[in-house]
């Protein structure tokens, strides 16, 4: 199964530069795992110890925060795109 | 009522307005699903800021934290920084604001018009880097009052008390409500009160998501989330690029005549994708989206004409919303 994911420029030290790359898995969870077997570090930058999902890291299903869709456990599939971002500011505030 | 003792009176009370050509068309013996667009852009100083601005400065004179005279700090791009300048103006205070230097030539011109000092910090590190240098800042000039909009309280209660009953008293059938997410302070506010009155409401929040170079940190641990933001109020969040957010300004202007700056385009983006949920799940909806500010603030990014790609290019590494 074939997911894109967009990789933020502080993380591309992880995939050789690569900013989309591709992966697979069931959940956001299992990408991850999936993820970090060809870009090794990468998950344990997106997961805190305690294995949630770190509090300055958003990721993205086709747009929709995945906090809102089960977290780790939010479903996947084939054809979604997957967006990781840095949490920031917001802009024109 | 159209007659106000002050400017300041004159806060809030905005126009709720349908749209019906942007609504999405629903089936025959479908229920209706329709979208409504409240109209922040017609506060005092032309956006929504407005509120929380007058809030914020009403409880720090009640609390005695802001005496006559006294300095105001905070990092700000825009939209607050003006806001607070004309509050600050009529009540007697000055104002120093902290903002990243990739922001649009309008909003120094009226930041300085409003007669606001501005602080520059780098471009690079966006409005985090904003909110550290002023916090820095604050360090130094302890009698300086930072009313730290991303996490004062009154920002949020600003729109509990104000924002949120205008709402329902105008739309008592709403059933979503799209906001941009910025301090965050408004869909905390408005979600709050509507959660309490309104069963199975939705707050959506619509997150600009901007080019490159503004997530530009060095790490992850440098991350922000302001401190206003619970993300049990919520039940939504979208992430809104460029090109979506310019192609739904555009479209607001053209189809229902309204002129909006590029965070509305953002929410109006998740608003549509609500609605057409709704459609799919054979649902009424009355959908409102908030329009922060006009268009007046952006014309200078030239993202209102050309192509969608040279107006994406245009916001390239701009604070867009």
């Known amino acids: ?93 | 009522m159209a007659r106000y003792e002050s400017l300041l009176d004159a806060c809030g009370g905005t126009p709720l307005v349908g749209l019906p050509r942007l609504s999405p068309e629903v089936p025959a013996d479908a229920p209706p699903v329709r979208l409504w667009a409240k109209l922040e852009d017609r506060n005092p100083t032309g956006s929504v800021k407005d509120r929380a601005a007058l809030y914020m400065v009403r409880e720090a004179e009640r609390s005695g934290r802001l005496r006559p005279g006294a300095t105001i700090l905070e990092p700000t791009s825009g939209n607050t920084g003006i806001a607070l300048a004309m509050v600050a103006k009529l009540r007697g205070y000055r104002m120093v604001c902290v903002m990243p230097e990739n922001v649009s030539a309008e909003r120094v011109q009226l930041l300085r018009m409003y007669g606001a000092e501005i602080i520059f910090s780098p471009a690079a590190g966006g409005s985090n880097q904003a909110v550290a240098t002023a916090k820095q800042i604050s360090a130094e000039h302890p009698d300086w009052v930072m009313l730290y909009q991303y996490g004062n309280q009154a920002n949020a209660r600003a729109h509990y008390e104000t924002t949120g009953p205008e709402l329902l008293q105008d739309l008592p059938t709403i059933t979503h409500f799209v906001a941009g997410l910025g301090t965050t302070g408004t869909l905390m506010g408005v979600g709050r009160y509507l959660r309490e009155k309104v069963d199975g409401i939705e707050i959506i929040a619509a997150e600009p998501r901007y080019g490159e170079l503004v997530y530009g940190l060095r790490n992850i641990d440098e991350g922000y989330v302001p401190e206003l933001y619970d993300a049990g109020v919520l039940t939504r969040r979208f992430s809104v690029g460029t090109r979506d957010a310019v192609l739904r300004t555009r479209q607001l202007l053209e189809v229902e005549g309204i002129f909006a700056g590029f965070s509305t385009g953002a929410a109006l983006h998740a608003a549509l994708a609500v609605a057409h949920q709704a459609i799919r799940e054979g649902r009424r909806a009355d959908v409102v989206f908030l329009v922060a500010d006009g268009g007046w603030k952006y014309l200078s990014t030239g993202a209102y004409s050309g192509t969608l790609a040279e107006a994406e290019q245009a916001l390239e590494g701009q604070l867009w919303a």
């Open chain 1, 1 to 93: 199964m074939a997911i894109e994911v967009r990789i933020p420029t502080i993380l591309r030290s992880y995939t050789g530069g690569e900013k989309v790359v591709q992966g697979s898995g069931d959940t956001v969870r299992d990408l991850l795992t999936d993820l970090d077997t060809r870009y090794s570090g990468l998950r344990a930058r997106l997961i805190t110890e305690d294995g949630a999902l770190h509090r300055f890291v958003n990721v993205y299903v086709n747009d929709e925060d995945v906090r809102f869709l089960g977290a780790l456990d939010a479903k996947l599939t084939d054809g979604d795109t997957v967006t990781i971002l840095p949490a920031v500011a917001g802009g024109a505030r």
